[in-house]
T-cell receptor
Framework: NAGVTQTPKFQVLKTGQSMTLQCAQDMNHNSMYWYRQDPGMGLRLIYYSASEGTTDKGEVPNGYNVSRLNKREFSLRLESAAPSQTSVYFC???????????????FGPGTRLLVL | GENVEQHPSTLSVQEGDSAVIKCTYSDSASNYFPWYKQELGKRPQLIIDIRSNVGEKKDQRIAVTLNKTAKHFSLHITETQPEDSAVYFCAVLGWDSSYKLIFGSGTRLLVRP
């Protein structure tokens, strides 16, 4: 079991460029999440997918789009990168069985993004 | 929406001493309160959690207490060791079952040998 994997590990973009961050989990989890982590601000939810086929906005969705490609994969796209999007991005997943939301979230290793 | 405040932002203790981190939340209907530990350059990992029908939970040297009336919960680490040095995040799951965790801003704990 690899758990939650993310690619790439590190990326440098110029302002205005686009890119997609990839996330996959092999735990057969229903729910997946994208967070960004900035110094002193903890983890902020960008988008989440409660189940395959659904996506919803989190706290800071502006400038991002997501795709729940299948049950395993959840990608995050930056259409036109801005310096304010420089951050560490974490993907996470949780089982969420039988409607119980209190399932442990398992995080990926993170993607460090620098926008110049 | 839910608001989570975490204190202190940094905490330095001598090895063997206890450490306490406190979080307050705003929505009285919130019902699940996990704590995550993040070592430098690593991913956050769950270390303990508590549900709203329980007042205290222990796991070896760590414990979490919940005061629903006052809307705060705390992480207690006893007999601290250097490997406890990390950033700790509290989180709160809202009552609307949207499966969204709201995280506190984190506490950087340094355990001095």
């Amino acid at each position: 079991n690899a758990g939650v994997t993310q690619t790439p590990k590190f990326q440098v973009l110029k302002t205005g460029q686009s890119m997609t961050l990839q996330c996959a989990q092999d735990m057969n989890h229903n729910s997946m999440y994208w967070y960004r982590q900035d110094p002193g601000m903890g983890l902020r939810l960008i988008y989440y997918s409660a189940s395959e086929g659904t996506t919803d906005k989190g706290e800071v969705p502006n400038g991002y789009n997501v795709s729940r490609l299948n049950k395993r994969e959840f990608s995050l796209r930056l259409e036109s990168a801005a310096p304010s999007q420089t951050s560490v991005y974490f993907c996470a997943s949780s089982a969420r069985t039988s409607g119980r939301a209190e399932e442990t979230q398992y995080f990926g290793p993170g993607t460090r993004l620098l926008v110049l | 929406g839910e608001n989570v405040e975490q204190h202190p932002s940094t905490l330095s203790v001598q090895e063997g001493d206890s450490a306490v981190i406190k979080c307050t939340y705003s929505d009285s209907a919130s019902n699940y309160f996990p704590w995550y530990k993040q070592e430098l350059g690593k991913r956050p990992q769950l270390i303990i959690d508590i549900r709203s029908n329980v007042g205290e939970k222990k796991d070896q040297r760590i414990a979490v207490t919940l005061n629903k009336t006052a809307k705060h919960f705390s992480l207690h680490i006893t007999e601290t060791q250097p490997e406890d040095s990390a950033v700790y995040f509290c989180a709160v799951l809202g009552w609307d079952s949207s499966y969204k965790l709201i995280f506190g801003s984190g506490t950087r704990l340094l355990v001095r040998p």
